[in-house]
């Protein structure tokens, strides 16, 4: 049986935590930065935790992680 292939695109936006979780970077943080303030660009750098009902799917997107 073939080798199960990683999907790069996750691979690259997610990163497995030591106790099985998987944390993510938050949204709205890359393009029209002058009308956000100065305060909710700074809230917007904390690193996240994926929710649950999305870790199975990343489960099957990244099988050697």
Known sequence: MPKMKTNRGAAKRFK???SGGYKR???YKN???TKKSTK???QLRAIE?????DV????????YS
Do not use: G
């Open 25 to 27: 970077a938050q949204s």
């Open 40 to 42: 909710r660009k700074r």
């Open 56 to 63: 199975s799917m990343l489960r099957r997107m990244m099988p």
């Open 31 to 33: 393009h029209i930065l």
């Open 16 to 18: 497995k935590t030591a």
């Open 49 to 53: 935790q994926v929710a649950d009902a």
